[in-house]
């Protein structure tokens, strides 16, 4: 298979723990992408990288939270001391190149899903 | 700060009735946009896309009309299959080209 993989795929934590996702993209692309998805809400931007440089982050990436992209393939997003409203789907998405019309759509993984007591 | 709307969270239709699913947005700037399809578990998976300069773009049962004018955009599945249930996002690209505004999403539901 060489979509966009994820792990973990759930994962259940106490307030106040730290955690990690991984995401390993398609491995032509070279633009990832991290996005958010809540209960009833449609995906929302959080951070993308361009091989290893990490180019844009949203005002929803709290100082809590940090994503890498260390060598420009896998990714790793950590959220530190989780909060219960980080409950939520984390979405990793890949694209070869800038998206658009003639260019890159975005490929979405699987998704990890996030719940904290 | 929804700039994609999607004020329908849900519709049912009969199976090979159209099913029409639409899309509100705010943004003037916004050039390029695209329905995604998504199951219980899985991510979400392209379907059809559709430029500004454009104002149908159809692929199969797919199409996607856009009103620039009323910033708004619809999907036309038609006939509409039991396996087209699932959930559908409407996203619109960035001016900055580098991350997709997604709507709320419109669960479909097809009855066989």
């Known amino acids: 298979d060489t979509g966009v993989s994820q792990d973990p795929r759930h994962k259940i934590t106490k307030r106040g723990q730290n955690v990690t996702f991984r995401c390993d993209p398609i491995s032509e692309h070279n633009r990832l992408y991290w996005y958010r998805q809540t209960l009833g809400q449609g995906p929302e931007f959080l951070t993308y990288f361009q091989n290893e440089a990490q180019l844009e982050k949203s005002r929803l990436l709290s100082d809590r939270f940090s994503a890498e992209r260390p060598k420009g393939s896998f990714s790793t997003l950590e959220i530190q001391r989780t909060e219960q409203g980080d409950s939520a789907m984390y979405l990793c998405?890949?694209?070869?190149?800038?998206?658009?019309?003639?260019?890159?759509?975005?490929?979405f993984g699987e998704g990890s899903r996030l719940t904290v007591l | 700060d929804q700039q994609v709307k999607q004020n329908s969270p849900s519709l049912s239709v009969q199976e090979g009735r159209i099913s029409i699913l639409n899309c509100d947005y705010t943004?003037?700037?916004?050039?390029?946009f695209l329905w995604y399809k998504k199951y219980p578990a899985e991510g979400p998976t392209f379907l059809i896309s559709?430029?500004?300069?454009?104002d149908k773009n159809e692929d199969g049962r797919f199409t996607v009309f856009l009103n620039k004018s009323a910033k708004h955009l619809s999907l036309h599945i038609v006939p509409s299959q039991p396996g087209d249930s699932a959930v559908y996002f409407c996203?619109?690209?960035?001016?900055?080209?580098?991350?997709?505004?997604f709507g709320t999403g419109t669960s479909l539901t097809v009855i066989p």
């Open positions: 998405a890949s694209s070869l190149g800038r998206l658009g019309k003639n260019t890159g759509e975005l490929f």
């Open positions: 996203a619109a690209l960035s001016n900055t080209g580098n991350q997709f505004y």
């Open positions: 943004n003037s700037m916004f050039d390029y």
């Open positions: 559709i430029s500004s300069i454009k």
